[in-house]
């Protein structure tokens, strides 16, 4: 089955710096990405999420690449703020009849 | 609010108690699901709830026992259980199980502690 790699597993950025995060993915057939944000005392909620027919998807200040033949894909967020602290998931799926696969989490710290 | 509502969000029960957690989506989505979080690790997927019929149990012990009497309702019954299932319990929908972006709507998790 599908197994996604996430890292780093903690992340601790100044304000305004860009963070990155990256995860792996081994089943090639997987074709869905999504990112999820979890905030303290929250469930996890979609912030973007890529296909795999693109290459790049970016919605104000995340962005999302995907690298199909890495089996890769990364999330960005430039000029971070304290609300963007919180614990970020990547997953994937295929186009089957099975449920999202996710990786362990990164734990974003943005200090002020 | 993600239109997905949990209760209790907060529960404290001892390994001989009988309790129940509920999930209510008010989006009209078709699938439901149970997750797990513990600390420092991976969501883990327990049951999947498509057309109220289950067609995934992540080899979930027989202590925790899922009901989902229609589309939009889903519950945990739980009993007997160990230190170990103390957790974060959430719960999710979307539209369907078989597209391939399907996104996931969760609430906000039942945080078990059992003594």
């Known amino acids: 089955g599908e197994n996604v790699e996430q890292h780093p597993s903690t992340l601790s950025v100044q304000e305004g710096d860009s963070a990155v995060i990256k995860c792996t993915y081994s089943?090639?057939?997987?074709?869905?990405f999504p990112w999820y944000k979890q905030e303290l005392g929250k469930g996890p909620q979609l912030i973007i999420d890529i296909r795999s027919n693109v290459g790049e998807k970016k919605d104000q200040r995340i962005a999302v690449t995907l690298n199909k033949t890495a089996k890769h894909f990364s999330l960005h967020i430039t000029e971070t703020q304290p609300e963007d602290s919180a614990v970020y998931f990547c997953a994937s799926k295929n186009s089957g009849n099975t449920p999202l696969v996710f990786g362990k989490g990164t734990r974003l710290s943005v200090i002020a | 609010e993600t239109g997905v509502t949990q209760t209790p969000r907060h529960l404290v029960m001892g390994m001989t108690n009988k309790k129940s957690l509920k999930c209510e989506q008010h989006l009209g989505h078709n699938a439901m699901y149970w997750y797990k979080q513990s600390a420092k690790k991976p969501l883990e997927l327990m049951f999947v709830y498509n057309f109220k019929e289950q067609t995934e149990n992540n080899s979930v012990p027989s202590r925790f026992s899922p009901e989902c009497p229609n589309s939009s309702h889903l519950f945990l019954h739980l009993h007997t259980l160990q230190p170990e299932d103390s957790a974060l319990y959430l719960c999710?929908?979307?539209?369907?199980?078989?597209?391939?972006?399907?996104?996931?709507?969760f609430g906000p998790g039942t945080r078990l502690t059992v003594l």
């Open positions: 089943d090639s057939a997987s074709n869905y």
């Open positions: 999710a929908s979307s539209q369907g199980t078989s597209a391939s972006y399907n996104e996931q709507f």
